[in-house]
């Protein structure tokens, strides 16, 4: 007879395995960014600062790569940020990580929505868009 202890050890193994490689092969989506809002720690709020940097209107996901890389516009393609947790939720996909000192989520809605938080430095971003499965 297989102990309680036994069997959970190899659902956590199994488990492991399954989120450390192949378990989500292929998913990936094409986004569009359609609205991008900042909010600084003095209350000003509009067009997220990026300084010299021309903001993202394309990005593709890629879950399996575990990167966001920018597609638009032509002066920043081939970006990448790279992302630290995926998580598949009930009718949602969660996207976190760290780049440049500022904490970002990311969620795709099964609807194709899309929303992005980036926040740190004084400053919070909120970005919409719509995203399309590869």
Known sequence: MISRITLSLVSLLLL???????????????????????????????????GD?????????????????????????????????????EGLWLFTGIEANRAWSMVIEDTGQMTISITGQGATWSIFGSAMKE
Do not use: H
């Open 53 to 89: 940097l021309e903001q993202p209107t394309f990005i593709r996901v890629d879950a399996e790569a575990k990167e966001v890389t920018l597609m638009a516009p032509a002066s920043r393609k081939g970006e990448v940020t790279k992302i630290d947790v995926v998580y598949q939720g």
């Open 16 to 50: 492991g395995a399954i989120l450390a490689g192949g378990a989500f092969a292929g998913t990936s989506w094409i986004c569009s960014i359609t609205e991008a809002v900042g909010v600084e720690e003095d209350g000003t709020i509009g067009v997220p600062d990026l």
